[in-house]
């Protein structure tokens, strides 16, 4: 009876596991569905403040000059925990088995702490490994379809035979295009988000050499990571090559 009763507890733990498969894979429980509470942020804010306040500097690790500026400044969470401005690193840090980086912003002026998306910086990544690999193996033809933006089209999955990434956007937990930049570099489309930004401003909107992903970062914790510079032209957010930080 009891070799039964195993058996049945087995059967049921195999059917709960088919009936839901995403709770298999840590793709399926991302951060990006998974919201990092406030509390931390504001901590670690607090740690940042206090920390540059004795020291006369920020602890970020070190980064290259062609860092994209979405991806630099990276708290040295470590550093802050061993000499004891935070008790704990944040559940939702990377180097804590989270799915985000904790990034100073405005770090000349007035630094913030903002959030970057792990999970869309390694599925760009990977996609951008496979569009290498399917231009050299194809003459230097990129695996992309329609005009997305001028010297940007959207990448083509059927032409790239692979699976398709549900890659979401930080701000809206919607669905991103992938474009591709005439040169062969990969980014997350951000187009809605900032059209949505530009449009929530009011007001007049920003001058023509105004990157408009500013908007993003400014009226949220996350950074736009992986993405072109967007200005508006002619009314509309129009995606270029974003311009490294000096």
Do not use: W
């Not at 470590?78 to 559940?91: D, F, Q, S, V, W």
């Not at 510079?229 to 270029?240: C, I, K, M, S, T």
Request: glycine share 8%; hydrophobic share 35%; aromatic share 8%.
């Amino acid at each position: 009876m009891g070799h039964r009763n195993g058996t049945v507890k087995v059967l049921l733990a195999l059917a709960l596991a088919a009936a839901l498969p995403g709770c298999l894979y840590p793709q399926d429980r991302l951060a990006q569905n998974q919201l990092p509470p406030k509390e931390a942020i504001r901590n670690l804010q607090q740690a940042i403040d206090q920390f540059q306040a004795d020291n006369g500097l920020l602890p970020i690790k070190n980064a290259e000059e062609t860092t994209p500026r979405y991806e630099k400044f990276i708290v040295d969470l470590p550093k802050l925990r061993r000499m004891n401005y935070i008790g704990e690193i944040p559940a939702a840090a990377f180097e804590k088995g989270g799915s985000y980086y904790f990034l100073i912003q405005n770090e000349e002026s007035d630094p913030t702490v903002k959030l970057m998306s792990v999970v869309v910086y390694q599925q760009i990544n990977d996609l951008q490994r496979r569009v290498d690999a399917y231009k050299k193996a194809n003459g230097g033809r990129l695996p992309v379809g329609e005009q997305a933006y001028p010297s940007f089209r959207y990448l083509d999955y059927d032409k790239l035979k692979g699976v398709k990434l549900d890659i979401r956007s930080v701000y809206s937990r919607q669905p991103m295009n992938v474009i591709v930049h005439e040169g062969g570099t990969v980014f997350a489309d951000y187009g809605i988000d900032v059209r949505k930004a530009v449009e929530q401003q009011g007001g007049t909107p920003p001058g023509p050499d105004y990157d408009l992903r500013g908007l993003l970062v400014a009226k949220s914790d996350f950074v736009p990571v992986k993405s072109p510079a967007y200005y508006l032209v002619n009314g509309d957010p129009e995606a270029r090559l974003p311009v490294p930080l000096p």
